[in-house]
């Protein structure tokens, strides 16, 4: 079992950056591949970024390539999202996300995740 909890979030202007903070809890965090994804109001829950266990290999969306940055660190049980250039059309609520089992990265299934955190809010105004 793993426990997810997001902070960072809130309400910034176009431009701006943020950094997202996903603690976990449980003792399989370190092999654990975590994700991040969002939802629009209105709008399913999408992919953002992934990264394998061991913070070797990493993945993102189109959208946010060379924008955001993916990150872990295993000793503080926590996994980052550094979110730079903000635009509007990334306001959503950010969630994180962990797998039980190993998988490909570059799969955007959020049915691939099996352990959720309960949210962050993202607002970016113009």
């Known amino acids: 079992q793993v426990q997810l909890v997001e902070s960072g979030g809130g309400l910034v202007q176009a431009g701006d950056s943020l950094r997202l903070s996903c603690a976990a809890s449980?003792?399989?965090?370190?092999?654990?591949?975590m994700g991040w994804f969002r939802q629009a109001p209105g709008e399913e829950r999408e992919f953002v970024a992934a990264i394998s266990w061991g913070g070797a290999s990493t993945y993102y969306a189109d959208s946010v390539k060379g924008r955001f940055t993916i990150s872990r660190d295993n000793a503080k049980r926590t996994v980052y999202l550094q979110m730079n250039s903000l635009k509007p059309e990334d306001t959503a609520v950010y969630y994180c996300?962990?797998?039980?089992?190993?998988?490909?990265?570059?799969?955007?299934?959020?049915?691939?995740?099996?352990?959720w955190g309960q949210g962050t809010q993202v607002t970016v105004s113009s």
């Open positions: 449980g003792r399989t965090f370190g092999s654990s591949d």
């Open positions: 996300a962990a797998a039980s089992s190993r998988l490909d990265i570059r799969v955007k299934d959020e049915d691939e995740y099996d352990y």
